[in-house]
């Protein structure tokens, strides 16, 4: 079958793809940004990319008429700037224009779990989205989630981060909400069942595990897996704002994402009840169970896909070719170089840098960096990165984005993410068995010059003590 996967660089689709792929279907992956999306995660399956921006009518010439189901999976929650419900909408008018013109035969629609009456804007939209999709004149089949468990997912990092960092939790009253976790296991499961079931045809079904747990219940179990003593405590009069602001400083989620998570987590989010599982025979995986599968796969180094590496802000709304080239006029340059005798070895810490590995010298400055940075609203070194070895374009890395990083050119570029006046690149490239790293600002008006001669003294041993241990010190 050839389907048409949307959303393809986000946390889910990026679970599902293998999936589709394993299963011999011919796979179209509509991406903003072809730069941004790892066709070495599939060197013999092959799947075809094209280029298309539901916010832009005139790319979707892209997408070829003689598909034959299609999953839509585009989310802007997490968005940092403009009205992400009007995005939404305006993104699923598009598709339905879109789709509506194809061979099509089946839509099916990841939203979001909505019994109750008074919903928040996150569950509205995605709300609004499937009544928008029902106007395709295509049979769509919805499923609707709530929690996610899984690693990489943003519900299990932040209740990884709370629980991890914080032995004692001041909590809003948000914490005895109920809701109805579901693996990410099971989702794919439900996203590969639907596909083609034409008794699923037109209908909707709410998707969650056995387990009905209130936020608290979430937390102290997962405590109790890590072998961790923590304990909760519930502050009536904590604000939304609050709320969000406590999210924001203690998880790695940005404000706009903790804002509409917080509003989400006042709505109770239980399945209505129905056969979906026994028709599909999917076993459900309760939430223990799928908190041990996530740790796992973290343990072996295997998480497949993070959500911190979805786009979330316009930066890089261009796309990633529009930064590859570093500007030279207008710049300030910091350009180290040194001889090198083991390449493979300085490769393999270049592709290890950031995250746990740190950044091989001063790391205690790049944390403080990163603090400064998430006290102006910046994303700071909380994003870590996916994999602890594998890097790939477009990925999240600290405050960083990764543009470029291709072994065979022996070379790895990275756009800064954390607020600036001005913009920065940082990049490690072996020629002529060197390793050059070279660090380049762009100033924007007085306040960025007067940036980059504040830093600069602290440039001269950071970036110096780095490429050093870079090219001298064991692989990490």
């Known amino acids: 079958m050839k389907i048409l996967l949307t959303g393809v660089t986000g946390y889910i689709a990026q679970r599902l793809l293998p999936v589709l792929l394993e299963n011999s279907h011919q796979v179209i992956c509509c991406v903003r940004d072809k730069h941004r999306f790892n066709t070495q995660k599939y060197p013999t399956q092959n799947p075809t990319v094209i280029e298309a921006d539901f916010l832009k009518p005139k790319t979707l010439i892209n997408i070829p008429n003689d598909i034959d189901f299609a999953y839509y999976l585009i989310h802007s929650m997490s968005a940092n700037t403009g009205d992400f419900e009007n995005m939404e909408q305006t993104c699923a008018q598009n598709f339905v224009e879109c789709i509506s013109k194809t061979n099509a035969k089946q839509i099916i629609y990841l939203s979001g779990i909505v019994n109750d009456n008074v919903l928040s804007k996150h569950l509205s939209s995605r709300k609004n989205v499937e009544d928008i999709l029902a106007n395709a004149n295509i049979p769509l089949t919805t499923l609707r989630a709530g929690i996610i468990v899984g690693s990489g997912s943003a519900s299990f990092e932040i209740i990884r981060d709370l629980v991890e960092k914080l032995p004692i939790m001041i909590t809003p009253l948000w914490i005895k909400t109920r809701c109805q976790p579901i693996a990410i296991r099971n989702v794919v499961e439900f996203l590969n069942g639907v596909l083609g079931n034409a008794q699923t045809f037109n209908k909707s079904y709410d998707i969650g595990g056995p387990n009905v747990l209130t936020y608290k219940d979430m937390l102290l179990r997962f405590a ?34 903790a804002k509409n998570l917080v509003d989400s987590m006042k709505v109770e989010v239980i399945c209505t009840p129905n056969n979906l599982a026994q028709l599909l025979n999917i076993n459900l995986i309760d939430y223990d169970t799928s908190i041990k599968l996530a740790f796992d796969k973290i343990e072996q180094n295997q998480v497949l896909s993070s959500w911190k590496d979805a786009q979330t802000s316009d930066i890089l709304a261009n796309g990633i070719s529009t930064y590859i080239e570093v500007p030279v006029n207008g710049c300030f340059k910091d350009v180290r170089k040194r001889a090198i005798k083991n390449e493979k070895n300085v490769l393999d810490k270049i592709w290890a840098i950031g995250g746990i590995n740190g950044w091989y010298y001063g790391n205690w400055l790049w944390k403080l960096r990163g603090f400064l940075d998430q006290l102006t609203g910046g994303v700071g070194m909380r994003r870590g990165r996916r994999s602890h070895t594998e890097i790939a374009p477009g990925e999240a890395l600290d405050f960083w984005r990764v543009l470029l990083a291709n072994r065979e050119e022996k070379r790895m570029l990275l756009y800064a993410e954390m607020k600036l006046p001005g913009e920065a690149w940082l990049e490690f490239k072996i020629f002529e068995n060197h390793l050059i790293q070279t660090a380049t600002f762009r100033p924007l008006g007085v306040w960025g010059r007067l940036y980059w001669y504040a830093v600069y003294p602290f440039h001269g041993f950071i970036f110096n003590g780095m490429i050093n241990n870079i090219v001298n010190s064991p692989k990490p």
């Open 224 to 257: 109790k897996i890590r072998g961790l003593a923590r304990h909760t405590f519930v502050v009536p009069v904590m604000t939304p704002k609050i709320s969000s602001y406590w999210l924001y400083f203690v998880t790695a989620t940005s404000y706009p994402l």
